[in-house]
């Protein structure tokens, strides 16, 4: 399928592994050119060199840290246009609420809601006026269905999340779409740093550890980060203009709900 997004100029933060990655890669597979977001310059730059290969994309790679306004300057100053917005940042760690302090949840706001929100303040006017947008915030399941060693992340990405609600029903005026996916136990770094901590805690291997996260999941398997890539190329695309406001879940059957 024709996505109708070449020539379309994406930023992807955090994107030198992972989910950002396969984001990242699947918009330059549909044509867009791509600016890649990372704080290790030769990892960043491995990430872009393999999407190039890959694709044959215009590719540029910018060093910089979400978090602080130095960084968001940065990459804005790469990309100070751009059609497509894939908002990602790592997440906080799990813990408990006791473990959380004051710098806890500061640092959890700040890189899992505030610096979303600066870049959507940045780029939303030029999108607007321009008459296409595409705006995709990698959030998490836990959105949806919290879990307690999960707070710091689940009260950050829900704020961001009636921000962009909100926003959402201005912007599809003029062609821009707003939209959130929540991931949950993808094949990602993440998913190992969780299962070495399982293995820590359970005193298993890593094969255990790996079976049981994904025996958590109706699809008793990883999901694979190729999968959530096509999916935000998707929802990047020409076709996806009358979607907008949603949280779309990618989650092997985990959740429970109805809406």
Not at 1 to 13: S, T, Y
Not at 171 to 200: C, H, S, Y
Not at 238 to 256: E, I, R, V
Request: glycine residues 8%; contains cysteine.
């Amino acid at each position: 399928m024709d996505l109708g997004i070449q020539g379309r100029k994406a930023l992807v933060c955090a994107s030198s592994q992972g989910l950002g990655y396969a984001c990242a890669l699947a918009l330059a597979q549909a044509g867009c050119s791509v600016y890649l977001n990372g704080r290790q310059a030769e990892k960043l730059e491995r990430a872009a060199q393999s999407i190039r290969e890959q694709t044959g994309a215009a590719v540029l790679a910018v060093v910089a840290d979400l978090d602080t306004e130095a960084g968001r300057a940065a990459l804005l100053a790469a990309c100070p246009e751009p059609d497509i917005l894939v908002n990602n940042n790592a997440g906080p760690p799990p813990g408990q609420l006791e473990d959380w302090d004051q710098a806890a949840w500061s640092s959890a706001l700040q890189s899992n809601l505030v610096s979303a929100a600066l870049l959507l303040r940045a780029v939303l006017p030029g999108m607007r006026a321009r008459g296409f947008g595409r705006v995709v915030n990698i959030t998490s399941a836990m959105v949806k269905t919290p879990h307690a060693a999960m707070g710091l992340s689940t009260a950050a990405r829900a704020g961001l999340t009636a921000l962009s609600r909100a926003l959402a029903r201005e912007a599809i005026a003029d062609g821009v779409t707003i939209n959130n996916l929540l991931p949950e136990r993808f094949d990602t770094p993440r998913q190992e740093f969780m299962a070495q901590k399982l293995m820590q805690d359970k005193r298993i291997d890593r094969d255990q550890a790996r079976q049981l996260i994904a025996d958590t999941l109706p699809a008793r398997r990883f999901g694979k980060p190729e999968e959530f890539g096509a999916t935000c190329a998707f929802v990047c695309s020409q076709h996806a203009g009358f979607m907008t406001g949603q949280n779309l879940q990618l989650d092997g059957g985990s959740y429970w709900g109805l809406v």
